[in-house]
């Protein structure tokens, strides 16, 4: 189970990093990125990758039933919307604060509806104590993470011009913060969905599925009608700031492929998590997800940092909220040792 803690830890690094070249394309409208982020690595990348690594793919979901089926991509038209909001939070608040603010509201659903509905009995004794102090000290640590947004005094690096204009920063951080917490409701969509989806599981193991790609098959469902939702979207913003014409303009190319790293790093943080949860076995989405979701935070924070995004009041507030995610991982990992120490 300690390889699967590191590949989460792993995992929300590459998601926390993804997407940081958005402050290179500030004069790139945000439809366009995200349109071409979102084809290439929640509709093009899901298929190939379940294609290339399940044997007898569409059989599969035969199997699954067609109930299950229609769950999932149910969920999946949330998703879309929650990846609409991560964007626009994005552009406000940066990526530090938009992963802080949507995880503290994303971990505490995420890891402990399947901890009450899978391991009800894990509550008590020195285990529960561990993951419940860990899962305080993630929310703590996200919620001070979240309060160094009021305390900074600069507009959002990765937000365009034309954005900046037509509102205030002060306004734009009060729309970042409110964007990021309904993302952060719709990100369990995910975590919940690895945790009761074994039907998928079960299923591309019997066909023949290595451990660390079982997921993979899920992601298709669960990602690309997501497309069907942000697509809606992306396609009012083109006819509103008639910005689709950008696409075939001189100089797209260095764009495109700056959407290509984005959704190569993005993509590889989701087979990295669903390899940590073949590893982490039932406990995943119960340990793994806070880690995972620390991690997120962690890297991004640092990566900003580093190109001096973070300073002064704001910066010494957002180091306590990290020292706070730091410990939680060592907690979590402390009940990583008990849960082998009982098997």
Avoid at 66 to 93: E, F, P
Wanted: aromatic share 12%; net charge positive.
């Amino acid at each position: 189970m300690f390889i699967g803690l590191v590949i989460a830890i792993l995992s929300g690094a590459c998601f926390g990093v993804c997407f940081f070249p958005v402050r290179y394309m500030n004069k790139f409208a945000w439809e366009n990125i995200w349109f071409l982020y979102s084809l290439i690595a929640v509709v093009l990348f899901p298929i190939l990758v379940g294609w290339a690594t399940t044997p007898h793919m569409w059989g599969l979901y035969h199997e699954v039933g067609w109930k299950l089926n229609l769950i999932v991509m149910a969920a999946a038209l949330l998703s879309g919307a929650g990846v609409v909001m991560y964007g626009q939070a994005l552009i406000r608040i940066g990526i530090a604060l938009v992963n802080s603010l949507g995880n503290g509201v994303s971990l505490v659903l995420g890891s402990f509806i399947p901890l009450i509905f899978q391991h009800r009995d894990a509550m008590s004794g020195r285990l529960g104590i561990s993951l419940l102090l860990g899962a305080v000290l993630s929310v703590v640590g996200l919620v001070i993470c979240g309060q160094a947004a009021a305390q900074r005094d600069q507009a959002s690096v990765y937000m365009d011009a034309d954005t900046q204009k037509g509102s205030s920063h002060a306004r734009a951080a009060l729309i970042g913060v409110a964007l990021a917490v309904g993302f952060g409701i719709l990100q369990i969509i995910m975590n919940l969905g690895l945790a009761f989806a074994d039907d998928y599981m079960k299923i591309a193991k019997a066909h023949g599925t290595s451990d660390a790609f079982t997921a993979n098959a899920f992601y298709i469902p669960l990602l690309v009608p997501s497309m069907v939702t942000s697509g809606l979207y992306f396609a009012y913003l083109w006819k509103k700031n008639r910005t689709l014409s950008q696409l075939r303009s001189p100089g797209v190319g260095i764009y495109c492929l700056w959407c290509v790293l984005i959704a190569v790093i993005w993509y590889a943080g989701m087979l990295l998590y669903g390899w940590a949860m073949t590893w982490m076995q039932s406990y995943g989405p119960v340990i793994g997800w806070p880690v995972f979701m620390a991690a997120i935070s962690l890297s991004s924070a640092v990566l900003e940092y580093a190109y001096g995004d973070w300073h002064g009041r704001a910066l010494r507030t957002l180091c306590v909220g990290l020292g706070a995610l730091t410990v939680s991982i060592g907690v979590f990992a402390y009940a990583n040792l008990l849960i082998q120490a009982t098997t």
